[in-house]
């Protein structure tokens, strides 16, 4: 049976099955003594071994099988959990995780876990694991030119065995070309040259693909087969220049334990994938995977030029729509309406193909900040709110190591030690709040720690030391635009360099490849309470819905996503509070903002009456003053290129059904 059309299904559920063994691993970490989370820990690594023992990766469900063996010890509580089997399960499923991907990237999913298998198999046994390090780390030593530097798969064993029955001997050869090697893929096919004609060659490490594209260090491994003397050979290919030496690693004797190791694992594989237990677990699976089979991959360019095409159709069907208004045509009207239905749904199909939950990128945080922790002695309180917020997939991609780099700044830099804390009366576990949320047409990602803030005076001071600014400028910054400082290219005011992070060095880079898909970053902080770290991302949906207004003799659209209300207000209900004019919204002040003003449009209107549009940003509200409303619509969100990247309230453009183009208002920039 080919199991390739399996393939697909087998790859997305190991990853959500892994996923579940990281997330459960850590709930245990913090209730050792629930047996639940044992129990779904031990269900999830039970399929997953199943699964890649009927797709025939058997690395993988050997180890997936032994680790089942350390679960079971612990349900049936044999084993006491403890951190430190707990780092080795952590070891094991990240090594699953190295399989799946090899599996993902057209490999075979061979990898070498001894270490970790010896680890494990050590606590179900219960040997000490600080012992059994010691000793690896001895026979690692003992074993480097004696051990098999390359894993065969069962195939491979099999063909080097039929050759040594056919009187062909077999040889692993370490070849080391010499450092100032320039042409090291010249010198790859010569040896090739020389081995094709003594024998053949079964496996090379690094592939042949990687030796051809020169992606590798000065050393390769070779199995060949021959009948051959090995010295003749060895001589040849140090004949060829800048073969700095030939080692022979084994021959067939060795090669024949290594085969007996395998059939073993492969016999206690295979009797484990036949009990009654699997079979039942294969059957619960089998809805699951009937609805996978329904979901297809699709190409994000395929999508990009769906997108264009349905950009180019909405702005026809605004012309149409402004065509039918102007020849008053009954038919027209009745087509555009039945077209804008479809269309409607359409595109609602399309935005929503492209939208991924974020916690698509936040799921793999808290495994993180778990290591981190530890590295640095410091308890860390990780809270994760609004994962479910959906984000368009090229954003998706491209915020995941800004967010980590942000999550170990405040690790290592804004929390402080548990005795630090614990002196300024805090509690010794630091709390760190990773949270997205959508806000009008962006999505905000906030990084909040509750560590020691940053301190103001000492950022100026070294600001102004290294040039960035004058001593006057110094004086008048606020605290937003101080705090921006710590984001200029080099900018440290660390103590003492870590190899974790560094307050200023690195945000340099995360502000830059924020700003690079149109987002922005700002800093909120206080001496003593912690940080903030703001983020605010476009949602890149390329058709929303606004509302039209007339500014002068200008039309602009305002988002329907941040707009909380309309009104008609008169001028005498404009108040003034520090300076600032406001208006009363149901007992609450809201500062008035003048669009005429903010964007420097000429207008001789002196009307009784003002036409408001209130607009939110979370819990702040602005009024933004316009002349006139002229409606709803769907519009498409246009860049507007290079050249007008930083201009102030505008987040691109869009073409009227008249042919005019009508600038797009960011209100989050207009809200104070």
Same mark, same amino acid.
């Given at each position: ?27 245990? $970490? +913090? ?5 639940? @989370?044992?129990?779904? &820990? #031990?269900? =999830?690594?039970?399929? /997953?071994?199943? !699964? ?24 049936? $509580? +044999? ?5 430190? @089997?707990?780092?080795? &399960? #952590?070891? =094991?499923?990240?090594? /699953?995780?190295? !399989? ?39 026979? =690692? ?532």
């Amino acid at each position: 049976m080919d199991m390739n059309q399996y393939l697909e299904v087998f790859i997305d559920e190991s990853k959500e099955h892994l996923q579940s063994l990281n997330e459960n691993l850590l709930e245990l $970490e +913090k209730s050792p003594h629930d047996l639940t @989370i044992v129990n779904n &820990i #031990f269900r =999830a690594a039970h399929t /997953l071994k199943g !699964m890649a023992a009927s797709m025939g990766y058997s690395d993988l469900a050997n180890l997936t099988h032994i680790m089942e063996n350390v679960l079971d010890g612990i349900r049936n $509580e +044999k084993i006491n959990v403890s951190t430190h @089997i707990l780092d080795v &399960i #952590f070891q =094991a499923v990240d090594d /699953l995780e190295v !399989m799946v991907e090899s599996i993902e990237d057209g490999q075979d999913g061979t990898h070498d876990v001894t270490i970790v298998i010896q680890k494990l198999e050590a606590i179900e046994k219960g040997v000490s694991i600080d012992v059994l390090e010691a000793e690896q780390e001895i026979a =690692a030593t003992l074993a480097t030119t004696q051990k098999l530097n390359q894993q065969y798969n069962q195939y491979e064993l099999e063909l080097l065995e039929q050759s040594h029955q056919q009187g062909f001997e077999a040889y692993e050869l370490k070849i080391t070309l010499r450092s100032d090697c320039a042409l090291k893929a010249v010198r790859v096919y010569m040896i090739f040259e020389v081995l094709e004609n003594v024998g053949e060659v079964i496996k090379t490490t690094p592939t042949v693909e990687l030796l051809q594209e020169e992606q590798f260090d000065n050393q390769l491994l070779v199995t060949i087969i021959t009948k051959e003397p090995i010295e003749e050979i060895q001589e040849q290919i140090e004949n060829i220049s800048e073969i700095e030496a030939v080692e022979t690693l084994f021959v067939n004797d060795q090669l024949s334990e290594e085969s007996e190791t395998i059939n073993k694992e492969t016999t206690r594989t295979e009797g484990t994938n036949t009990s009654k237990d699997y079979k039942e677990e294969h059957d619960q699976n089998k809805p699951k995977q009937k609805d996978k089979n329904k979901t297809i991959r699709v190409n994000i360019e395929r999508l990009d030029t769906l997108m264009n095409l349905f950009e180019e159709l909405i702005i026809d069907r605004g012309r149409l729509e402004q065509i039918s208004k102007d020849i008053q045509n009954n038919e027209l009207a009745e087509t555009i309406e039945r077209m804008t239905r479809v269309s409607g749904d359409l595109q609602n199909i399309i935005l929503n193909m492209r939208m991924v939950p974020i916690e698509t990128v936040f799921n793999r945080f808290p495994r993180m900040v778990r290591k981190l922790s530890r590295e640095l002695g410091k308890e860390i309180d990780l809270e994760i709110l609004g994962a479910d917020t959906e984000l368009d997939r090229t954003v998706i991609d491209e915020i995941g190591d800004p967010i980590v780099h942000l999550l170990r700044n405040a690790i290592d830099h804004g929390i402080e030690n548990p005795s630090d804390r614990e002196i300024n009366g805090k509690s010794k576990v630091g709390r760190v709040v990773l949270q997205a949320y959508h806000s009008g047409n962006h999505v905000f990602i906030d990084i909040e720690d509750d560590g020691a803030g940053i301190n103001r005076s000492k950022i100026i001071n070294k600001a102004i030391e290294k040039g960035i600014i004058s001593q006057s400028e110094g004086a008048n910054l606020s605290d937003t635009e101080a705090f921006a400082l710590i984001m200029e290219p080099g900018f440290s005011t660390a103590e003492v360099i870590s190899d974790v992070s560094g307050r200023g060095v690195g945000l340099d880079v995360v502000k830059s490849t924020i700003n690079s898909i149109g987002g922005s970053i700002s800093i909120e902080s206080a001496i003593g309470k912690g940080t903030r770290f703001s983020i605010q991302l476009p949602l890149t949906l390329s058709i929303i819905s606004a509302m039209l207004v007339e500014v002068g003799h200008e039309k602009y659209a305002i988002p329907l996503s941040s707009i909380m209300e309309t009104a008609i207000i008169k001028k005498t209900d404009i108040l003034t509070a520090h300076n600032q004019h406001v208006v009363d919204l149901r007992g609450k002040l809201v500062p008035l903002v003048y669009l005429t003003s903010i964007f420097n449009i000429e207008t001789d209107r002196e009307d009784e009456f003002y036409s408001i549009v209130y607009v939110r940003k979370g819990e702040k509200m602005t009024a933004l003053v316009v002349d006139s409303f002229i409606g709803q619509q769907e519009i498409v969100l246009k860049s507007l290129g290079n050249y007008l990247t930083d201009v102030f309230a505008i987040s691109g453009a869009t073409i009227l059904g008249d042919g005019s183009v009508a600038l797009i208002i960011d209100s989050n920039a207009l809200i104070k």
